[in-house]
């Protein structure tokens, strides 16, 4: 059973950094899909990055703007999200979802298995 457990999350100032983490397990291949997505208070769930293990491809949402990067350390089967210049805009609960192989649009529902979500506060 393939499980995602993302942390990282907390308030930060408008103009800061926040690193979450999202700790998978239980993919039998390495060949996985993982992105994050963020869903704010009243708005719909978006997609903000994701990363494809077979070959490292990455792909982000067009308002990330080069402030968000996006990366997996194997060795530890946990991939990153790295959010600077953060703005209020920002504020979100923020998941990590799953799947086996790659996905074709990056939209949630090509993804299998979902994290609980953690939530990201930037205060202006």
């Known amino acids: 059973e393939v499980q995602l457990v993302e942390s990282g999350g907390g308030l930060v100032q408008a103009g800061g950094s926040l690193r979450l983490s999202c700790a998978h397990s239980?993919?039998?291949?390495?060949?996985?899909?993982i992105g994050w997505f963020r869903q704010a208070p009243g708005k719909a769930r978006e997609g903000v990055a994701r990363?494809?293990?077979?070959?490292?491809?990455?792909h982000y949402a067009d308002f990330v703007e080069g402030r968000f990067t996006i990366s997996s350390e194997n060795a530890k089967n946990t991939v990153y999200l790295q959010m600077n210049s953060l703005t209020p805009e920002d504020t979100a609960d923020y998941y990590c979802a799953g799947t086996s192989g790659a996905v074709r649009y990056g939209s949630q529902y090509e993804y299998d298995y979902w994290g609980q979500g953690t939530a990201v506060t930037v205060s202006a």
């Open positions: 239980g993919f039998i291949f390495d060949s996985w899909t």
């Open positions: 990363i494809e293990r077979r070959d490292g491809s990455t």
